[in-house]
């Protein structure tokens, strides 16, 4: 058989390839080894929940006869009208995102926020422009863009507002600005530090956009979750609807990652073109998960506050039971996380080590390389993706770890 050498082949896209890999390439096989062995691992690397979802929002709720030959077929690409209403009744019900929502023409169902962000974002951008990213900020922001054709340009800013809380928010993103910026994004509360942008931080961020001509995509993903304050949002203030992409997730607001049903509120011309692209990447969102989505947005407001309630439990526990570790970190004011600092501990030394050595002690977390370019020292760690008692003992074998390291 003749070998073709891969220089003779054709060439891969420059643009899909640009995409940054899995945060755990490198430990993979360390935790592929350490299943196989049959040992214990706990989780507090991805941005799940223990909370299960509410009592309504199950998939064999939505097919009681057990064949629902709807359930089988192509479902409506701009999703389920009772979906767009549900959701569009839920968010003026807590009175956040624009004024004025109408479902028809200003929400875009997606599989997933993942989903949803990308055909949004893929709307008002083109190959070329520039966007402001917020730093640190959910690993998949970057690819989003970059697969959007955009290029992302990283702006540090939540752990700068946590040193000076008198800064001004605004200034941050308009020094960043150049004639190529097209847009601006940030998360609210933010993925990994949990910073919640107040309203004189937005009304700042907001004057910026609108003398530079920009799109804003506001982050929203974790607005149920707020224990420092309140939330706000961008597009709520006075001339911000008509350029500002916000995107919104049950699966944290009502514990359904795995439904995958996401939504993204912008103006009709946003979503029109939008509906296009998620039209010709995914066609329609599962029917049967737009259903659960339906039945968990008629959850009582009850069952919000007391996932929320759950939440900040776990956040204070987690930041006692890291007290005294050596390690740097801002209390996160909402989201899941806390973002740590290991350079204290380290000595100089990479932190890939000792999320080895984390691993071995059967406890994993996400590397901070994935959220921006440097926090080669950081890692970011969930406080809901497990019950307490194994948050616990999930930070005390990290703790442990870090007593290998040191010696």
């Known amino acids: 058989m003749m070998r073709v050498a891969l220089t003779d082949l054709p060439?891969?896209?420059?643009?899909?390839?640009?995409?940054?890999?899995?945060?755990?390439?490198?430990?993979?096989?360390?935790?592929?080894?350490?299943?196989?062995?049959?040992?214990?691992?706990?989780?507090?690397?991805?941005?799940?929940?223990?909370?299960?979802?509410?009592?309504?929002?199950?998939?064999?709720?939505?097919?009681?006869?057990?064949?629902?030959?709807?359930?089988?077929?192509y479902g409506a690409v701009s999703g389920l009208g009772a979906l767009r209403e549900a959701f569009a009744a839920h968010i003026a019900a807590k009175g956040i995102g624009p004024r004025e929502v109408d479902p028809s023409r200003h929400v875009l169902v997606g599989c997933g926020a993942t989903h949803a962000f990308f055909a949004a974002a893929r709307a008002v951008l083109d190959p070329g422009d520039?966007?402001?990213?917020?730093?640190?900020?959910?690993?998949?922001?970057?690819?989003?863009?970059?697969?959007?054709?955009?290029?992302?340009v990283e702006?540090?800013?939540?752990?700068?507002?946590?040193?000076?809380?008198?800064?001004?928010?605004?200034?941050?993103?308009?020094?960043?600005?150049?004639?190529?910026?097209?847009?601006?994004?940030?998360?609210?509360?933010?993925?990994?530090?949990?910073?919640?942008?107040?309203?004189?931080?937005?009304a700042s961020i907001a004057r910026v956009a609108a003398a530079r001509g920009l799109w804003v995509i506001a982050d929203e993903v974790y607005e149920g979750h707020v224990y420092e304050g309140e939330h706000a949002s961008i597009a709520g203030l006075d001339g911000m609807a008509d350029r500002t992409l916000?995107?919104?997730?049950?699966?944290?607001?009502?514990?359904?990652?795995?439904?995958?049903?996401?939504?993204?509120?912008?103006?009709?011309?946003?979503?029109?073109v939008a509906r296009r692209v998620s039209t010709h990447t995914i066609f329609n969102v599962p029917v049967a998960a737009q259903r659960v989505a339906i039945a968990a947005l008629q959850a009582p407001a009850t069952w919000l506050e007391g996932s929320r309630r759950a939440y900040r439990a776990a956040r204070d526990a987690t930041l006692a039971a890291l007290a005294g570790s050596g390690l740097r970190w801002?209390?996160?004011?909402?989201?899941?996380y806390v973002?740590?600092?290991?350079?204290?501990?380290?000595?100089?030394?990479?932190?890939?080590?000792?999320?080895?050595?984390?691993?071995?002690?059967?406890?994993?977390?996400?590397?901070?390389?994935?959220?921006?370019?440097?926090?080669?020292?950081?890692?970011?760690l969930c406080f809901t993706s497990v019950e307490k008692d194994r948050l616990l003992e999930g930070v005390a074998r990290l703790r442990r770890a870090i007593d290998d390291v040191r010696g």
Request: aromatic share 8%; charged share 20%; proline share 8%.
């Open 339 to 380: 973002f740590v600092d290991f350079a204290p501990v380290l000595a100089g030394a990479p932190l890939k080590g000792l999320l080895a050595r984390a691993i071995d002690r059967g406890v994993l977390v996400a590397p901070g390389e994935g959220f921006g370019d440097g926090y080669a020292t950081w890692a970011r």
């Open 155 to 202: 702006v540090p800013f939540s752990s700068r507002l946590y040193d000076d809380p008198s800064l001004d928010a605004g200034a941050v993103f308009d020094a960043a600005v150049t004639p190529r910026t097209r847009a601006l994004y940030f998360a609210t509360p933010n993925n990994p530090d949990g910073k919640v942008l107040g309203r004189v931080e937005l």
């Open 330 to 336: 801002h209390a996160p004011e909402g989201g899941s």
């Open 130 to 152: 520039e966007v402001l990213v917020a730093a640190p900020c959910w690993p998949l922001t970057i690819g989003l863009l970059q697969s959007a054709g955009a290029i992302p």
């Open 11 to 73: 060439a891969l896209s420059r643009t899909a390839s640009a995409v940054r890999a899995s945060l755990f390439a490198e430990l993979a096989p360390r935790i592929d080894a350490r299943a196989r062995r049959g040992e214990d691992l706990v989780e507090l690397h991805i941005g799940d929940t223990h909370v299960t979802p509410p009592e309504g929002a199950r998939f064999a709720r939505v097919d009681p006869a057990g064949f629902d030959a709807a359930l089988y077929r």
């Open 246 to 272: 916000t995107v919104y997730s049950l699966s944290k607001s009502h514990a359904l990652a795995g439904v995958r049903v996401g939504f993204a509120v912008a103006p009709e011309r946003v979503v029109d």
